[in-house]
């Protein structure tokens, strides 16, 4: 979260979204399919209960030729403006399934869930679905407060608002409803701030996320509005390590050589290859990128091919998340 007047006005501007497509999936297009024919059928995972593995089908997909529905759905929700929280959500072409991912998305601490759909993620998305061959559901839950505070994504320590709660509860139950996934089929990323709370509610809510993307994210807290009250540390994604119910998530951490954005101690620099050291002591996957840029739309959305064969990875491994160090 912003914690300086610089941090606090920096642009989280929309790019031309010019998403590179070189990349190739062809050692995973040679696996064999999976038995059931409702999974081949729809290039998906089996039901839970069976093998939760993807099919990846790479061109042959629905959004290759028809771009994903918008939705807005609201939720009901304290410490939310009008008590109402609202989540964009993205679906591809198509009836929803348990058998389909879904990633969920979250913004940073300036901005809404309205600026991650006006960024052109979806179709951005939608781009990378068809080359990979794996679609999969989009939504990213809206995570301010009525009264301005810097969230982090949590639940606030005076019970003004569970932002926290809503995203891992009420969001996931809002936005997969009849269709519940196993958690080898849920991943959660998220932007600057919510590159924070992606890595911090992996952690928290093991059972809940297989995977997690962050995008200049950082590690430790940074919480200004004191929104976790005397109880930071278990808020803390460097804290939360020594439970081995989180030693399969796979981390993907992609930070900008040039991004320099203030906490309230230090900088995002060097976030991502801190965290990441911590995850390789302890044998966790984790992988990460170091593109060109600064904090905005334009360093972070070039990279959505790599961040998308890392989660069709853990997608199509057997039992959903893969095992072994990245790179």
């Known amino acids: 979260m912003f ?10 501007v929309a790019s031309s979204l010019v998403v590179a497509t070189a990349g190739t999936l062809a050692a995973i297009q040679e696996g064999a399919p999976l038995p059931g024919s409702a999974a081949q ?10 093998d939760s593995a993807v099919r ?32 964009w959500v993205r679906r591809p072409p198509g009836p929803d399934s348990a058998d389909m991912p879904v990633l969920y998305l979250l913004h940073g601490s300036t ?24 679609e999969f559901v989009v939504a990213a839950p809206f995570g301010q407060e009525v009264g301005g505070s810097d969230t982090e994504w949590g639940d606030a320590a005076d019970g003004d608002f569970a932002i926290e709660t809503f995203v891992t509860e009420k969001a996931v139950d809002a936005v997969e409803g009849e269709h519940p996934r196993p958690r080898e089929l849920r991943a959660i990323g998220g932007f600057s701030m919510g590159g924070y709370g992606s890595a ?18 950082y590690f430790k807290v940074d919480d200004p509005s004191d929104t976790f009250g005397d109880a930071p540390g278990s808020h803390a994604p460097d804290q939360l390590l020594g439970d081995k119910s989180v030693r399969d998530i796979r981390f993907m951490l992609i930070e900008g050589k040039d991004d ?24 966790m ?28 990875k853990g997608w199509t491994s057997p039992g959903g998340s893969a095992g072994g160090q990245g790179g």
């Open 285 to 312: 996957t984790v992988e990460t990128m170091h593109p060109e840029g600064d904090h905005s739309w334009d360093t972070w959305v070039p990279t959505f091919p790599e961040a998308v064969e890392f989660l069709v």
């Open 3 to 12: 914690t300086t007047l610089s941090r606090r006005t920096a642009a989280l």
């Open 56 to 87: 990846p089908r790479p061109g042959e997909v629905a959004s290759c030729t028809k771009s994903g529905s918008n939705d807005t759905v609201e939720v009901p929700d304290k410490g939310a403006p009008d008590g109402e929280r609202p989540i």
């Open 41 to 50: 059928a729809a290039g998906a995972a089996m039901p839970p209960g069976g």
């Open 200 to 217: 911090a509610l992996s952690l928290r809510h093991p059972d809940t996320y297989s995977q997690a993307v962050s995008w200049a994210g």
């Open 111 to 134: 901005t809404t869930h309205l600026d991650v759909r006006d960024a052109g993620v979806g179709d951005a998305l939608d781009e990378q679905m068809c080359r990979t061959g794996v």
């Open 260 to 283: 320099h954005t203030p906490l309230q101690t230090g900088s995002i620099h060097g976030e991502a290859e801190r965290f990441a050291n911590l995850l390789r002591e302890r044998d």
